[in-house]
């Protein structure tokens, strides 16, 4: 058997599958992975390299460490996959990114103008508020914002639980009866994705740095419009041409400017599509 | 950014690898999955569900289990990897065949006609015997075959340590001054590939079932040869047009016949190449 004919067989196996989006995904599956292995020659050492770097990505990850996600972020799927799902979408609507590691749920409730900073570290204060818009361009009251950053250490809450409390730099707002939110916080910074592991290797060996530009991340949710996962990036920050996880929008990127008192002020609408539009 | 430019983005991005042949991967790699996305327009929710297959892949294994040699077998990719690397090999040179997820080192060496069933399963007797020869025609004194195989309950001594001795049924043998080897065994059956886990959970999601045909794995070699890894099928096997890992090459399939005493007999010839040859 030569090498299209064993390809042949093997998606011709798939054909068994009952259901057919599974059905076409497993047979696409094959003929993209043969294909790949056959254009490089793949030879055992190198097969058997990536069964080891698989399994150990695998192992990697727990409650709060999820490699395979990192892995996809740094090969640029997580962002295809958006751009797959969302690249469509109405121009008017705000971009959406890649959703990330450190998402946690069940953020608390803040109210309008709230601090989410529970742990002192020497951020830079900053006031970050907006509206939330419908594409049809009303504001939308009571629209939730669930977001969560870093602190000034590099650091999300959930990487370093004996350190921050684990609420620190997240919440969810609601914006006001105008449509607006604002969030009182500090300044993100860069900061690397974890290096530790496999993914951190797989950089390291193609001479990659793990950097991420600064961001904070939002999911902007209201009823009858589309949920919206996003993020909004520091224009002063390194790495907002190199990101390691090609999540960058040039439509997000906004200013952070100094008010009189030295806090940061960074005004960034979000604008919804309307959901079934 | 729009799909193409992402990935023509990401693959720049592979450019800085300082080893030539890990820069060419990583960019076919990354090509390969994003065309494989694209096609199939992948859902997040699609995605998600990769993701923690994956990792629940690489968590099932441990020091006896490597699921994810498992899912490589089951999608054919240890097979293309096989012909890719010996599927060019002189035409009288035995067939290669997967190594499989049960090999273990350091089996005990074995006497010439010394039996390897350390564990009385009811399974049929059977002798198995035959010469090893270069491709240059020759027979190899002193040539060394590692055996292993399952016993009549369908599994691998290693799969069940509370079950058999760690060493039942296998075993590495020795040529004679003629080149022959024989081996005291029992008649392998067909068995399933380990499936409480992701990996046979997707073969049943594709109506897959999870057998292998019969089969005797050695890795025979000597010096100035070669090595070779191969497996001898029993021609009298269920599975053999349906092996669920893609490993039956009909030029390795062999008659168990019985001898008057009811044992089984099966005469298999290896013939390895001739290193640099």
Do not use: K
């Amino acid at each position: 058997m030569n090498e299209q004919e064993l390809t042949h067989e093997v998606t011709a196996r798939m054909a068994t599958t009952p259901d057919d989006r599974i059905r076409f995904l497993m047979e696409a599956l094959v003929r993209h992975l043969h294909s790949f292995a056959c254009e490089v020659r793949l030879t055992e050492a190198e097969w058997l390299q990536g069964i080891r770097f698989l399994t150990e990505t695998g192992q990697m990850c727990d409650a709060t460490r999820q490699e395979f996600i990192l892995l996809s972020d740094t090969l640029g799927l997580s962002s295809l996959v958006d751009i797959i799902n969302h690249g469509n979408q109405n121009p008017e609507v705000t971009a959406t990114t890649v959703l990330g590691p450190f998402y946690v749920p069940d953020s608390p409730r803040r109210a309008f103008g709230a601090s989410m900073v529970e742990y002192e570290d020497g951020g830079r204060p900053a006031i970050v508020g907006g509206t939330v818009r419908s594409a049809s361009g009303v504001p939308i009251p009571g629209a939730e914002i669930d977001v969560w950053q870093n602190a000034a250490t590099g650091f999300y809450a959930v990487q370093v639980p004996d350190e921050q409390p684990a609420t620190n730099l997240r919440g969810i707002y609601s914006t006001d009866h105008r449509g607006r939110y604002e969030i009182r916080t500090v300044r993100p910074v860069p900061y690397p994705i974890p290096a530790d592991g496999p993914v951190g290797r797989s950089l390291a060996v193609t001479g990659r740095h793990p950097w991420r530009a600064a961001h904070i991340h939002a999911i902007v949710s209201a009823p009858g419009h589309v949920t919206l996962t996003t993020h909004i990036f520091d224009s002063a920050s390194d790495y907002l041409d190199g990101d390691a996880v090609f999540g960058v929008s040039s439509a997000l990127v906004r200013d952070f400017v100094p008010d009189p008192t030295g806090t940061l002020v960074c005004e960034h609408d979000f604008v919804l599509d309307v959901a079934g539009g």
